[in-house]
């Protein structure tokens, strides 16, 4: 069980990167660690909530994973989950885990960020930014470059995201800096 791939991967991960819940549960019940990296800095909740492997989000965060790790682009499991627009992983994250809603990854950005940056901006990320807003993303977080949300969703032509958005910006109160 604490034998790595190649690819430097635990049981318990290929389990999960291969769908096979079986398998992750009873490596789990053995004792897997559910928070080792592999070489990409992957581990098993990082893989599912980009995934969007809601079942296995399920059991990881059960068997306690670790909402606070990161993969190489230093993002937690809610940032992938959010751009690629897995609304029940994105639910779950922020429902049943302690996973930090403002979160900055290396590029600068945030869960709700990302949710606007890289997606079309229909109804499916339309539903993620306002779980993120309803479960206390700031708006008023910038990039790197200190493009906002609200400007990042104007620019796209995001009309349904703006509104979320710019409802959202009075509620938020002071602007407060989150540490990366």
């Known amino acids: 069980m604490g034998r790595l791939d190649a690819s430097g991967r635990t049981a318990v991960l290929a389990a999960v990167n291969g ?29 599912a909530g980009a995934e969007g492997l809601l079942d296995m989000v399920r059991l990881l965060l059960k068997a ?11 993002g937690t499991a809610l940032i992938p989950a ?3 627009g897995h609304i029940a992983v994105v639910e779950e994250l922020l429902t049943h885990s302690d ?32 779980l993120l807003l309803d479960h206390g993303a700031d708006p008023r ?6 493009v906002t949300p609200l400007e990042h969703a104007a620019k796209r032509r ?17 602007p407060e800096r989150p540490s990366r």
């Open 19 to 47: 769908r096979d819940a079986d398998t992750a549960r009873a490596l789990i019940d053995l004792g897997a660690d559910v928070n080792k990296q592999d070489q990409r800095c992957d581990n098993p909740l990082l893989h």
């Open 64 to 74: 306690g994973a670790d909402t606070h790790r990161t993969n190489r682009f230093g």
């Open 82 to 84: 959010a751009e690629r």
């Open 99 to 130: 996973v930090d809603v403002n979160h900055i990854n290396n590029l600068g950005w945030t869960a709700l960020l990302e949710a606007i940056i890289l997606s079309d901006g229909g109804s499916t990320h339309q539903r993620i930014v306002k």
């Open 141 to 146: 977080i910038a990039d790197k470059d200190g």
């Open 158 to 174: 995001y009309r349904e995201i703006e509104k979320l958005l710019a409802e959202a910006i009075p509620r938020a109160g002071k």
